[in-house]
C-alpha cells in the first residue's frame, strides 16, 4: 500500500495590525478551499495566521497584547475552518497566539485532522528575540517578551496516514528540532514562519535570508529522512518586510513545490511517505550509524 499524502503550504500576504480575525479567517478559507481544489489531505498555515506579528511593537503592560491571543481553539470564529475541514476532509495546521486559562502565553501550532478535530497540539520551543524595549532598533522582535519557551518539547503525532511532527518558525534553524522529531520517526514536519529581512543584531545576514531559510529546513529533511513544509507569512506588514519563498522539502533534500511570489497562494506536493526509509533505512539508519556515546 503506497502513503502518498498531498500537502499544500498556504502562504499569507501581511496581515494588518486592524484586520479583523473574521477577515483574516475568510482568506485561510479561501486558501484552505484552494488546496481541497488540488487535492490536498492536509494543508499548513504560517505562525501566527490569525493577527499581524503583533511582537514588533512594544507594550508597557505583559498583557498589552493580549486581544492578539486567543483563550479557546477552536473558538466562535475559527470555527467555520474546522467546519470546512469536516465537510471537505481535508485537514490543516493553523498558528496562533494562545492564552491559557492559568494566564501563559505560548506560540502555538494545532493539527486538525479530516473530520475537523485537533490531533495534535504545539508550542514553541526556541523563542527568538528579545525581552526588553530595544527602541534603537527599527522594529521590536519581543517574542521573548510576550510568549514562554514550550516546557514540552517535540512530539509526533499519527495523522493523514504517516507521523507528522511541527515547529514553529526559529526552531527550523535548530538542528535538535529535526534530530529529536527523527528520533521519534516523523516523516513530515510542519514548519511556519514570520521572518524579517532586517536582521537588527547582525544586518549582513540580511541578503541571506532566503538561503538560510532553505539550507536549515533542506539540511533537516536530508540528515532525518523526512518531508519538510516551511510555510512564510510574507510581504510587507506594517512597515516591515519579511520573508515569503514557502517551499515543500523531500527527504533527498530537494525541493520540490515553492512559492515564486509573495501573497496568499497554496502551493502542494504528493509526498509518498515511504521515501522516507530510503534514507532512514540507509545512510541515515540511526539504529546502526548513530554513535550517541561519544556526542557528549
Ligand atoms: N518568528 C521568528 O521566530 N523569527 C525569527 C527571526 C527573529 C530570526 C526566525 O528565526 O526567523
Not at 16 to 25: G, I, L
Not at 61 to 86: I, K, R
Not at 157 to 166: H, I, L, P, W
Request: charge should be negative; aromatic fraction near 10%; glycine fraction near 10%.
Amino acid at each position: 500500500m503506497t502513503r502518498i499524502v498531498t500537502v499544500g503550504a498556504a502562504q499569507m500576504g501581511p496581515i494588518a495590525r486592524d484586520e479583523s480575525r473574521e477577515q483574516v479567517v475568510e482568506r485561510l478559507r479561501r486558501l484552505h478551499a484552494e488546496a481541497v481544489d488540488v487535492g490536498c489531505d492536509v494543508v499548513v498555515f504560517p505562525e501566527l495566521a490569525l493577527t499581524t506579528f503583533f511582537p514588533r511593537w512594544y507594550t508597557p503592560d505583559l498583557d498589552g497584547h493580549d486581544s492578539y491571543f486567543e483563550t479557546s481553539m477552536p473558538n466562535d470564529v475559527v470555527q467555520p475552518l474546522f467546519d470546512d475541514a469536516a465537510r471537505t476532509g481535508c485537514g490543516f495546521c493553523l498558528g496562533y497566539a494562545e492564552l491559557t486559562s492559568d494566564g501563559h502565553r505560548f506560540n502555538t501550532y494545532v493539527l486538525v485532522d479530516g473530520t475537523g478535530a485537533i490531533v495534535g497540539r504545539y508550542r514553541k520551543v526556541h523563542i527568538p528575540g528579545h525581552a526588553d524595549h530595544q527602541p534603537e532598533r527599527p522594529f521590536q522582535h519581543l517574542e521573548r517578551r510576550y510568549f514562554e519557551e514550550s516546557p514540552d518539547g517535540f512530539g509526533v503525532v499519527n495523522a493523514f496516514g504517516g507521523s507528522v511532527g511541527m515547529a514553529i518558525c526559529n526552531d527550523r534553524r535548530w538542528p535538535e528540532t529535526y534530530r529529536v522529531l527523527g528520533l521519534l520517526g516523523a516523516e513530515m514536519v510542519f514548519i511556519g514562519y514570520n521572518t524579517p529581512l532586517y536582521y537588527a543584531p547582525d544586518p549582513d545576514q540580511n541578503p541571506l535570508q532566503s538561503f538560510h531559510n532553505n539550507l536549515v529546513m533542506a539540511a533537516g529533511a536530508y540528515q532525518n529522512g523526512m518531508f519538510v513544509v516551511g510555510v512564510a507569512k510574507g510581504g510587507i506588514e506594517e512597515g516591515v518586510e519579511s520573508l515569503s519563498h514557502s517551499q515543500i522539502i523531500a527527504p533527498s533534500g530537494q525541493v520540490i513545490a515553492q512559492a515564486t511570489v509573495s501573497g496568499d497562494l497554496v502551493i502542494s506536493a504528493r509526498c509518498d511517505l515511504d521515501l522516507c526509509r530510503h534514507y532512514t533505512d540507509t545512510l541515515f539508519d540511526f539504529s546502526t550509524y548513530r554513535r550517541p556515546e561519544v556526542y557528549g
